[in-house]
């Protein structure tokens, strides 16, 4: 009986000792991080924006990253997510750029707000994918990443609004291998350097609105 218990002892002080480790990788969460804009001088328009919550087609609406392998196959990555649905990511990173920028006087806001604005901005995400390639040359790893835009005006006098723009945009980024973390990174420019084009494109939709306004 003694022997026994002595077993046991032993048992449970070697189980201690052992470090169990798990065979599953820790979940990598990534953001879009703003990059340096392309303007070093920008007018500010007298007005609010208010940016509607971007929408995504239903094969890209997700949180997991994705890339298209040699384009045969669609990877949906587990352990590599956006930190946030997409929706949310992107408008919130329009939101944040225009407003740093002081791109409108009385601020780019979302729905939530009860601010009124003069111009809405509305996005859909066409395409939002990455490719990759299994022998790994560079040139084949790359995001392809597509938004049709829609920019409206009130028309003064009435509940209506008018189209100022409607077009659509896209982008191309190369990355340095096909590892996952390099799909983030790569989207970040792509959003950056859009959000750019697209916001030059706002101020000649309204300034050309203006102008028709003041001639009328």
């Not at 002892?9 to 991080?33: F, H, N, Q």
């Not at 597509?146 to 990355?175: A, D, H, M, Q, W």
Request: aromatic residues 10%; contains cysteine; neutral net charge.
């Amino acid at each position: 009986m003694k022997s026994l218990y002595k077993y046991c002892i032993l048992l449970v002080c070697l189980t201690g000792c052992i470090s169990i480790k798990s065979d599953y990788p820790a979940i990598e969460y990534y953001r879009l991080e703003q990059e340096q804009t392309k303007y070093r001088n920008i007018g500010t328009i007298p007005n609010a924006l208010l940016l509607r919550d971007f929408t995504l087609s239903e094969e890209i609406d997700t949180d997991r990253l994705i890339a298209v392998v040699d384009n045969t196959s669609v990877k949906r990555y587990f352990y590599h997510r956006w930190i946030t649905d997409c929706s949310s990511l992107i408008t919130d990173f329009i939101v944040k750029r225009y407003n740093e920028m002081n791109t409108f006087a009385n601020g780019v806001v979302k729905s939530t707000s009860i601010i009124m604005a003069d111009y809405i901005l509305e996005g859909h995400i066409l395409d939002m994918v990455a490719h990759n390639s299994e022998e790994n040359k560079q040139e084949k790893n790359d995001i392809s990443l597509s938004i049709r835009i829609t920019l409206l005006g009130k028309i003064p006098n009435s509940t209506e609004n008018e189209v100022l723009l409607s077009k659509v945009y896209t982008r191309k980024e190369t990355r340095p291998n096909n590892l996952a973390t390099t799909i983030a990174p790569a989207f970040s420019k792509a959003f950056s350097s859009l959000a750019d084009e697209i916001l030059g494109d706002i101020q000649i939709a309204i300034a050309r609105k203006e102008y028709y306004k003041e001639e009328k």
